[in-house]
């Protein structure tokens, strides 16, 4: 008996707003399947995340699930991951679609005071048999997975070669949202012989038993250095596996750092030209400068867009944090260049007329003028205050733009969410 086992296709996703990046995620999935079926697999399982959003299909990306599941014929046997369901919700997915379509087979415990784990009855359930082999299947639940997992494995009847399928994470690998420990898991290893995750978006296997493949894409930038892929699993007397990972190259990501220590854009040019690629890839570019405005920015990312003929182009502006600009000439005077340092360390923080009063509390307090000290100290404490709660203003309306950022209109007809009030400015 052999099955394939990969998790988190992420399917819709147009990483970057980019189109291309969405196609990527698509060729991935149909080149990991086409792979599956040429080493003839008996099933298939998507350990959640086949889809990257909950709600808002699209057309396309239905086409790319579907389109490839109708050339399946094996058992394709999938979860709910964290973007393919809202746990604290029942609803109809796109994952029961696709199943009350005959597209697979989408495994989850239903609740009736208690978990209840069912035989799948071609509309829903918690496990099916195919032949030899029986497989739980239980959807993302987040900070409840602990909990669910309390309640569903001892209910596990193991009947042949049993395989649990889930998504969540395993703490020891990353510290995410949601992860438990592995002995949770252990523990039931009389009853189960291959645990099916997804979730951690790189690759893991622990005392091949939990098995975990890793994305075929990168969701993140970070992510291009995980390791992706799928694995092959045969079960004879014993679990043979490889971790498969050449039927698909993933978009490369190039991260480039460069520092603009003067206006002159022609090194920057030759730097470019010295660290590009074959094009086409994720450029990340962190271009660090000690002056604001040494470089036009437009025309910064002009140049990096025709040197580098990127798919992408993300250009990070990092100020330098620990270096000054102050014109010292021959005459310059130690409380001019003082202050100089002074206006400019301030001015990081939109202070710079508070330098005279800073230097003059200095000088009052090298005189011992305690009390004089202390009355500009007490100016200067007003004015701090009077800053403090600018900026906290200033974070609370950073904070509701980013609410507004990521606010779905779509949940206006949701009848559970009532409209919220906004605050005043
Ligand atoms: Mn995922």
């Known amino acids: 008996m052999r099955f394939a086992h990969l998790a988190d296709t992420h399917l819709g996703y147009k990483q970057y707003g980019s189109e291309e990046r969405m196609i990527d995620f698509a060729q991935a999935f149909k080149n990991a399947i086409e792979f599956a079926l040429s080493k003839d697999v008996d099933f298939i399982i998507i350990a959640g995340d086949f889809f ?5 299909m699209d057309p396309i990306t239905l ?3 579907t389109k490839v599941l109708e050339k399946v014929n094996v058992p394709v046997i999938a ?26 087979i989408n495994l989850k415990p ?23 082999v029986r ?36 703490e020891k690998y990353m510290d995410i949202y949601g992860c438990i420990s592995s002995e949770i898991l252990h523990r039931y290893r009389n009853k189960i012989d291959y645990v099916a995750l997804g979730h951690i978006h790189m690759k893991y296997v622990e005392d091949d038993f939990i098995f975990n493949p890793g994305s075929l894409e990168s969701c993140d930038a970070r992510e291009s250095f995980f390791e992706k892929g799928m694995f092959i699993v045969d079960v004879n007397d ?13 978009r490369t990501f190039r991260f480039l750092e460069y520092e603009f220590k003067s206006s002159d854009l022609r090194e920057f040019k030759e730097f470019l030209v010295k660290n590009r690629g074959r094009g086409k890839e994720v450029v990340i570019l962190k271009i660090k ?15 990096a867009k025709e040197v580098l003929s990127p798919l992408v182009l993300k250009v990070e502006w990092i100020p330098e944090a620990s270096t000054y600009d102050v014109k010292i000439s021959d ?16 001015s990081r923080f939109g202070y710079e007329d508070l330098a005279d009063d800073v230097l003059k509390l200095k000088e009052l307090l090298a005189d011992k003028k305690v009390e004089d000290a202390f009355g500009l100290i007490d100016d200067l404490v007003k004015v701090g205050r009077r800053e403090v709660k600018r900026m906290e203003k200033e974070v609370e309306e950073a904070e509701e733009e980013v609410e507004e950022e990521v606010w779905d209109w779509r949940r206006a007809y949701d009848k559970r969410s009532l409209p919220r009030k906004r605050k005043k400015l």
């Open 289 to 303: 400068y000690r002056v604001k405005g040494i470089v036009d920015e437009e025309k910064v990312e002009k140049i």
């Open 63 to 65: 086409a790319q699930a």
């Open 79 to 104: 979860v709910e991951g964290n973007h393919d369901a809202s746990y604290f919700r029942e609803r109809f997915t796109w994952l029961d679609y696709l199943a009350a379509e005959k597209y697979l």
């Open 238 to 250: 014993e679990i043979k596996y490889v971790h498969e990972k050449n039927f698909y190259t993933p």
């Open 135 to 170: 497989i739980y299947g239980l959807k993302y639940f987040g900070a409840l997975t602990e909990k669910v997992l309390s309640d569903y494995l001892p209910r596990i009847k193991k009947d042949g070669f049993t395989i649990f399928v889930s998504h969540f994470g395993v």
């Open 110 to 132: 239903n609740f009736d005071d208690g978990i209840v784990l069912e035989e799948w009855n071609g509309q829903n359930g918690a496990y099916v048999d195919l032949g030899e």
């Open 331 to 346: 005459y310059s005077s130690r409380a001019e260049i003082e202050k100089g340092v002074l206006k400019q360390l301030l």
């Open 52 to 56: 990257h959003k909950k709600s808002e």
